[in-house]
């Protein structure tokens, strides 16, 4: 049974910083691309940062020099470290898994982030 569990969610004031995790289990991190997406109610969910397999990074305008995404694929954690937050980062936020030529597709169930003065 393949789960991703997301950690590290909380609350923080404005310039703070959070990391957050995403444990996997049932499946070869190392054979998947991982990337973090945001969602905050009545909103879509949107990509946040991607890692692929072979270390690659990418980041949304939005959290570039801000957040830096990371993965250990011999314990098959990714991480999302979130420096200097902003309100507006406020959103419950997802670990996704895409195997890199399979059509495999994974979530994990979210963790709230709350930036708050």
């Given at each position: ?29 190392a ?84 930036v708050?003065?």
């Amino acid at each position: 049974q393949v789960q991703l569990v997301e950690s590290g969610g909380g609350l923080v004031q404005p310039g703070g910083a959070l990391s957050l995790s995403c444990s996997a289990s049932g499946i070869m991190l190392a054979t998947y691309n991982m990337n973090w997406y945001r969602q905050v109610p009545g909103k879509e969910r949107e990509l946040v940062a991607s890692t692929t397999t072979d270390g690659g990074t990418d980041y949304d305008d939005s959290v570039k020099g801000r957040f830096t995404i990371t993965r250990d694929n011999d314990q098959n954690i990714s991480y999302l470290q979130m420096n200097s937050l902003q309100l507006e980062d406020t959103a419950t936020y997802y670990c996704n898994g895409r195997h890199e030529w399979r059509n495999l597709v994974y979530w994990g169930l979210g963790t709230q982030v709350t930036v708050s003065s």
